[in-house]
Nanobody
């Protein structure tokens, strides 16, 4: 059974950094595309960063390019390193994969950027 569990969110000051983690089970993340999405209050969910299965090619939303880095780690973990955080990065961040025709989502982790 596919499960995704995010962690690492919290309150951070503008200009600070956070690393989000997504623990995946039920499949091997290196074989499938993995994506981080976020949803800010009152806004639609948006794609933040994605990494392909084979090859590990990464793509980023223009709003986070150069500040965020998506990566895979040991033990079937997905990460999102977020640097130079801005108040507009405040959102619930979700881990996602598309596995055998089904989108799977975690419950999300809240990131608040505020002084």
């Amino acid at each position: 059974q596919v499960q995704l569990v995010e962690s690492g969110g919290g309150l951070v000051q503008p200009g600070g950094s956070l690393r989000l983690s997504c623990a995946a089970s039920g499949f091997t993340i290196s074989s499938y595309a993995m994506t981080w999405y976020r949803q800010a209050p009152g806004k639609e969910r948006e794609l933040v960063a994605t990494i392909t299965g084979v090859g590990g090619t990464t793509k980023y939303a223009d709003s986070v390019k150069g500040r965020f880095t998506i990566s895979r780690g040991a033990k079937n973990m997905l990460y999102l390193q977020m640097n130079s955080l801005k108040p507009e990065d405040t959102a619930v961040y979700y881990c996602n994969t598309y596995y055998y025709g089904v989108h799977y989502w975690g419950k999300g982790t809240l990131v608040t950027v505020s002084s």
